[in-house]
């Protein structure tokens, strides 16, 4: 009789959980139909890992064995398989209901507690442009699936030239729901401009530094609901996309995601493929961390001091000026610091992009637990952070720095900069092609130096020495001769256009090399196509129309001449 009870007891038990698990299922699928992506919630039990499920699932943060991610109808379906029992959880958008400032008169804020429209944001970029036309620059560097603009200002004290500084670039809202650092970064952006005149820190860091900052990089994310409006803004783009994991990744390969690289994202990898970044941030919330690479790997960063001395510097200072009843802010995982891949991992996201196939040095930057605080609040995160941005933004002056340039001609040379015994996974770097000037960011040491260019015999330069937030400064000139150069990292060859959609043209005088080996090579240093050229005169032509969207290496090689030049098939 006991074990009878018991057994119905038990079937009981189990039809109940099926009954829940289906209405469960049955209210995710009405989500997914609505907002076109789902927040939920489970626990782990059994032996899986977070790698497993990020390559699944877009997980937003993991505490104590809980897990809260996002998923769209194809990634929910697939977990599903899985079998983990889950929680819908109210999407963190849905939680709230702001009022948006629909007119921002720039000249007369006097409080930053407000989220703009989307065309009040757009009447504030155009409007810092025009009123500060000596400091900075509008740039529309493409458009969301839904035709809003991607906007980035550069901020210089000689804005309409490119000067031989390094170049930073802040960024954020790639995750549309997550808002705090939109208001930062239009915050940061009109505390510069403002102070230039009076402010004899931020004209230091406007005459050596040209500084990008691009506050929305998801706007049909954020105004998910219509253009007046951040209440209920999903993280995805119109697609139903995850912006980051959607980047190519040193470890999964071109299409980590399995979609198709969104427009936002290759109006991003077009706009740095246009710039030499050397540093670089992304802003989420949802957290309260600064994470630094990789995250797509166990394997530590070349440079994992440096990145570690960096961030901690970032997060003290944050500590040092946060509100007093602030003390648990910014204090997850190491005191506010993490390596990726400790706390999960990830594939496709533009942090591990940027810093392998950009040679930038790019952290995320978790700013608050909540997606999207309230408007009053934000004041406060500006006044706990603005010193670290800034103090931030310095870092790309300091580490070994100089010009490298043709010992006879005094032309500059796109040189390659490899500290030897310790770069690997592509943390060298490149001198500029139209100055030579190059910005190797490392950790306080000694170093020898190798500088490498095509038609250039190397050279190293031995025991340079290194002071954290100090420039050490080193020109060096190369003589004629052969090189060690890989092939693969020169930027020598004419072509166009570029990105390229059906036809690539190199557009130079070829007639001395001879006959020589056209490659496509791609990100993963895969060659696509490889073809044998015959006294290739002024002129040659390659079909592209049947390779993948992507990131590629063009290369020509002859027995004495080798170039090559990054290529965007789209």
């Not at 500029?432 to 170093?447: K, M, N, P, Q, T």
């Not at 400064?473 to 004419?494: H, Y």
Request: aromatic share 12%; hydrophobic share 35%.
């Amino acid at each position: 009789m006991k074990t009878w009870i018991l057994t119905v007891i038990l079937l009981v038990g189990t039809m109940l959980n099926v009954t829940s698990q289906m209405k469960n299922n049955t209210e995710a699928f009405e989500i997914l139909s609505e907002r076109g992506e789902l927040y939920f919630s489970f626990s782990i039990s059994k032996p899986i890992s977070t790698a497993h499920l990020t390559k699944i699932i877009s997980i937003d943060k993991v505490e104590q064995g809980t897990i809260w991610a996002y998923a769209n109808t194809q990634s929910f379906n697939n977990f599903l398989a899985l079998n983990i029992p889950y929680e819908i959880e109210i999407a963190p958008s849905m939680l709230h209901d702001f009022q948006l400032k629909s007119i921002v008169d720039i000249r007369s804020i006097t409080s930053w507690d407000f989220y703009p429209t989307y065309n009040a944001y757009l009447q504030m970029m155009s409007d810092y442009a025009s009123t500060y036309p000596e400091l900075c620059k509008l740039v529309k560097f493409g458009e969301s699936i839904e035709g809003r603009d991607l906007l980035v200002l550069k901020l210089s004290d000689n804005v309409n030239v490119h000067e031989a500084e390094p170049e930073f670039l802040y960024t954020a809202t790639m995750h549309g729901d997550e808002t705090t650092g939109y208001n930062l970064m239009l915050h940061l952006i009109d505390y510069l401009l403002s102070n230039y005149s009076t402010n004899a820190e931020v004209a230091d860091l406007l005459n050596n530094t040209e500084i990008w900052i691009n506050p929305l990089a998801n706007p049909d994310g954020t105004y998910w609901l219509g253009n007046s409006s951040v209440n209920g803004a999903i993280r995805y783009n119109a697609n139903a996309v995850d912006l980051n994991r959607n980047f190519p990744d040193l470890q999964s390969g071109l299409h980590p995601d399995g979609n198709p690289w969104q427009l936002e994202n290759i109006a991003m990898i077009d706009f740095m493929n246009e710039h030499d970044f050397v540093m670089s941030c992304n802003m989420h919330t949802g957290a309260e961390v600064l994470n630094y690479p990789w995250d797509t790997m166990e394997k530590l960063h070349a440079d994992d001091d440096w990145y570690y001395a960096t961030s901690r510097a970032y997060v003290d200072t944050v500590h040092a000026n946060k509100p007093s009843n602030w003390a648990s802010y910014l204090t997850y995982l190491d005191n506010g610091i993490t390596n990726g891949y400790a706390w999960y991992t990830t594939d496709g996201n533009r942090q591990d992009y940027s810093n392998y196939f950009m040679y930038t040095r790019e952290t995320t930057l978790e700013l608050s637990n909540i997606k999207s605080p309230s408007p009053n609040l934000l004041p406060t995160y500006w006044n706990a952070h603005y010193r670290s941005l800034i103090n931030y933004v310095k870092e790309c002056q300091y580490g070994i720095r100089g010009f490298v340039s043709d010992a006879e001609s005094g032309d500059p040379i796109a040189a390659k900069i490899e500290l030897l015994n310790h770069d690997e996974d592509h943390s060298y770097v490149f001198a500029g092609e139209e100055y030579g000037d190059y910005y190797r960011l490392v950790h306080a040491g000694v170093y020898d130096v190798k500088f490498s260019a095509a038609g250039y015999q190397d050279k190293i330069v031995s025991n340079v020495s290194v002071v954290n937030q100090q420039a050490t400064f080193l020109d060096v000139e190369l003589e004629e001769g052969s090189t060690s150069i890989e092939t693969s990292t020169l930027t020598l060859l004419s072509v166009y256009p570029n990105p390229a959609y059906d036809v690539v043209v190199i557009d130079m005088d070829l007639s001395e090399a001879g006959s020589c080996t056209l490659s496509l090579t791609n990100c993963l240093g895969q060659i696509i196509k490889q073809e044998a050229i015959i006294n290739p005169g002024n002129r040659i032509e390659l079909s592209v129309s049947d390779c993948l969207p992507g990131v590629y290496s063009l290369q020509l090689q002859s027995a004495d001449y080798t170039a090559s030049t990054k290529l965007l098939i789209r």
